[in-house]
């Protein structure tokens, strides 16, 4: 297990109190709390290095460019790749997958093409895709997931030989399962079929070792938000031979090559898809909180997380009355466990956990699709990071034992 007492004293949210009790944050799903190093950053960065980047001539410009451009070499050596060209800065995960529907969808897709996505997806990347197709013209198909979360990989075979599929992009670990999926297995698929591949690594690049170059997709998609870094800062990670193919997806300063009355041409890639003055405190910020990630190494990130989900199904799964959707067990799957409380609500349990200072997500967790296989509305979801301990998940189960003697369930 991690030094948590150490780590915790890096985070000065994790020393205040929620309704009177130490708080007990597990909606690190949602989003990640922040260590001093990346809080000091930002306000570093406006009282010492604040300027616009790639337009002054002035040493302050230069110094806030230079900043800017070595959080993306950090970037790009923490997910495996090897050329800063290949990361575009967004403003989240959302955006960065807007910015590939349209971008792609205007540069390669046409009528009667087909993206493919999971039925278990975040919505950020579903409802890109169908808002593109609108314009574009091209078809969402959905592979079928198993009740666990998983994909089902007889129908994600079928579906990539059988339809015209262009573009694939799936989630690379789930938000209301946990489950972390085979990319492995349908990356020859993909590369028969001569299909891009796009993977939502929101889930995935904050927990464990990720690395472009062993998984053999095309384009990566992150928000800094998730892992440390402050709120305001994403990431799209492509293979430049693509970048370069592509059409910009926002118009602006900062991205063309030349601007006439009525057309324009663009600047190279990254440039081109950073339309506007980008997020630059927020972009230095997350290269801080790269440091702090890749100083633990995300190995040691990955099985601290593993052996508290372990231990946290087997407490939650000595409760009667509590179901637990997605897996059961610890085959490939992260530190997202969904559940719920036979006859209550999912927002009550999280309401209740709160009174005890217990941070808990519920709701459809942006995953409606999700929810239907599972057969509900909503969930309950604990989600775990570097600074959750053993105590944390025995706080929690004492919550769940409450509201049940609250609601008066007997199993
Ligand atoms: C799998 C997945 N994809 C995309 C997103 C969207 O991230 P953001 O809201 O930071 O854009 C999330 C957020 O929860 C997510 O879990």
Redesign the pocket.
């Known amino acids: 297990m991690l030094d948590t007492k150490h780590i915790k004293s890096n985070f000065p949210i994790l020393k205040t109190k929620s309704n009177g009790y130490s708080l007990v944050y597990l909606d690190n799903?949602?989003t990640t709390q922040k260590p001093k190093a990346v809080i000091e950053s930002i306000s570093n960065f406006y009282r010492k290095d604040n300027a616009n980047v790639h337009r002054g001539v002035y040493s302050l410009s230069e110094q806030a460019t230079a900043k800017y451009e070595e959080a993306k070499e950090k970037v790009v050596r923490f997910i495996g790749a090897k050329d800063a060209k290949e990361i575009i800065f967004t403003k989240?995960?959302?955006?960065g997958?807007n910015l590939l529907a349209f971008s792609l969808g205007k540069t390669f897709l046409k009528k009667g093409d087909v993206v493919l996505v999971s039925g278990g997806e975040?919505h950020?990347?579903l409802v890109p895709w169908q808002l593109a197709s609108q314009i574009f013209g091209f078809t969402v198909e959905a592979v079928k997931m198993t009740v666990e979360g998983r994909w089902d990989l007889g129908d994600f075979q079928n579906k990539i030989k059988t339809l015209p599929v262009k573009i694939v992009s799936v989630?690379h670990a789930?938000?209301s399962s946990g489950v972390i999926h085979p990319v492995e297995k349908i990356v020859p698929w993909i590369r028969e079929k001569k299909a891009l591949l796009i993977l939502?690594g929101?889930?995935s690049v904050p927990h464990m070792p990720v690395s472009v170059a062993r998984l053999g997709c095309d384009f990566l998609v992150f928000?800094g938000?998730?892992m440390l870094g402050p709120t305001g800062i994403?990431v799209v990670w492509g293979k430049k031979d693509l970048l370069l193919q592509m059409e910009p997806y926002q118009g602006g300063g900062g991205m063309i090559r030349e601007v006439h009355l009525t057309e324009s041409t663009w600047a190279d890639v990254p440039e081109r898809f950073e339309a506007g003055t980008p997020p630059i405190a927020e972009a230095v910020a997350l290269g801080v909180a790269v440091d702090y990630l890749s100083a633990i190494g995300m190995g040691a990130v990955f099985e601290h997380e593993k052996q508290l989900t372990e231990y946290a199904l087997g407490e939650i799964q000595k409760i009667s009355g509590v179901e637990i959707y997605g897996p059961m067990d610890m085959i490939s799957r992260g530190g997202i466990i969904s559940f719920g409380i036979r006859g209550v609500h999912p927002h009550d349990i999280a309401t209740i956990c709160d009174t005890f200072g217990i941070a808990i997500r519920a709701g459809h967790h942006?995953s409606q699709s999700m929810m239907g296989v599972w057969k509900t509305e909503a969930t309950a979801r604990v989600s775990f990071y570097i600074y959750n301990t053993e105590k944390d998940v025995d706080e929690l189960i004492k919550a769940i034992g409450k509201v049940k003697r609250v609601f008066q369930i007997k199993n």
């Open positions: 799903a949602s989240n995960a959302t955006e997958l975040h950020s990347n989630a789930s938000n939502d929101a889930q928000s938000h998730k994403g942006c």
